[in-house]
């Protein structure tokens, strides 16, 4: 993996988490960074998305409101704050940077991955 997370872990509901991704390795031009989550015998699922310039932020309707995409562009850092989160936020998540050129042209990194869990 060339993205490495940090932050994941055990909380009750109504607790707030915040992950991190950092580049362990040099990346090459991008322009999108997002966290995605896949939950046991579910697909991998695009939680929260900011595009490296201009910081637009898209959310999935499930976390709007409750969670928080940023980046620190001169780090190559992006995190995730996760506020009153609830048993179905349970999930590994993964960070990813991508360069898309809406076209043919596209290729992402990933992290390894770190396990969120909410309990009731």
């Known amino acids: 993996a060339q993205l490495e997370e940090s932050g994941g872990g055990l909380v009750q509901a109504g607790g707030s988490l915040r992950l991190s991704c950092s580049a362990a390795?040099?990346?090459?031009?991008?322009?999108?960074m997002g966290w995605y989550r896949q939950a046991p015998g579910k697909q991998r699922e695009l939680v929260a998305s900011?595009?490296?310039?201009?910081?637009?932020?898209n959310y999935a309707d499930p976390v709007k409101g409750r969670f928080t995409i940023s980046r620190d562009s001169a780090k190559n850092t992006l995190y995730l704050q996760m506020d009153n989160l609830v048993p179905e936020d349970t999930a590994v998540y993964y960070c990813?940077?991508?360069?898309?050129?809406?076209?043919?042209?596209?290729?992402?990194?990933w992290g390894q991955g770190t396990q969120v869990t909410v309990s009731s």
């Open positions: 990813s940077f991508w360069y898309s050129d809406n076209g043919a042209l596209r290729y992402d990194y």
């Open positions: 390795r040099r990346v090459f031009t991008i322009n999108g």
């Open positions: 900011i595009s490296f310039g201009e910081g637009i932020q």
